[in-house]
T-cell receptor, first 117, second 112 residues
Framework: DAGVTQSPTHLIKTRGQQVTLRCSPKSGHDTVSWYQQALGQGPQFIFQYYEEEERQRGNFPDRFSGHQFPNYSSELNVNALLLGDSALYLC????????????????FGPGTRLTVL | TQLLEQSPQFLSIQEGENLTVYCNSSSVFSSLQWYRQEPGEGPVLLVTVVTGGEVKKLKRLTFQFGDARKDSSLHITAAQPGDTGLYLCAGEFEDSNYQLIWGAGTKLIIKP
């Protein structure tokens, strides 16, 4: 049973560029959440997708956008990259529209390490 | 804005010792979760606590949720090198629309 997979593993970009990160959820899961984890910090919730729509959003600017495809996979796009966007980007999948981690267990992928120079 | 404080930030102990790490908030949790994260991997859920005063055990790990649902602790008995990792607590708050708010974690190293 394949778990959550993310690509690429590592990425280096320069300020002002745009980046797309990809996530495939655990088999059978239909909800995808994205988190940003800066070095030495806990993850911060970016947004959650269910039924190809953004259902919840954290306190992130519009430069962060996403998409969910009919097969439940998801992309995270970040425009106009800033140095402060350097972080580990985690994708988590779960089953069901509740949106509450206490109701539906989230399974995390290994993350994409983004470095902005 | 809800904030979670975890302490200590870093802990290095010998194999066989006991330890406790803490997670505190000034606001009442709707629920609280503990995760463990290893280098190069995403967090893995250990436990979810919901009821004030709740105690859950997972082998040598004991999780307690404070009576007022503002704090939680994780106690490890007879720590082993395999317990090494970053321990994160994450809480749901009604005021934040139940989005998970995460602590910065406790980095635990168990030396053989």
């Amino acid at each position: 049973d394949a778990g959550v997979t993310q690509s690429p593993t590592h990425l280096i970009k320069t300020r002002g560029q745009q980046v797309t990160l990809r996530c495939s959820p655990k088999s059978g899961h239909d909800t995808v959440s994205w988190y940003q984890q800066a070095l030495g910090q806990g993850p911060q919730f970016i947004f959650q997708y269910y039924e190809e729509e953004e259902r919840q959003r954290g306190n992130f600017p519009d430069r962060f956008s996403g998409h969910q495809f009919p097969n439940y996979s998801s992309e995270l796009n970040v425009n106009a990259l800033l140095l402060g966007d350097s972080a580990l980007y985690l994708c988590a999948s779960s089953l069901g529209p509740s949106g509450r981690a206490s109701y539906n267990e989230q399974f995390f992928g290994p993350g994409t390490r983004l470095t902005v120079l | 804005t809800q904030l979670l404080e975890q302490s200590p930030q870093f802990l290095s102990i010998q194999e066989g010792e006991n330890l406790t790490v803490y997670c505190n908030s000034s606001s009442v949790f709707s629920s609280l979760q503990w995760y463990r994260q290893e280098p190069g991997e995403g967090p893995v859920l250990l436990v979810t606590v919901v009821t004030g005063g709740e105690v859950k055990k997972l082998k040598r790990l004991t999780f307690q949720f404070g009576d007022a649902r503002k704090d939680s602790s994780l106690h490890i008995t007879a720590a082993q090198p395999g317990d090494t990792g970053l321990y994160l607590c994450a809480g749901e708050f009604e005021d934040s629309n139940y989005q998970l708010i995460w602590g910065a974690g406790t980095k635990l190293i168990i030396k053989p």
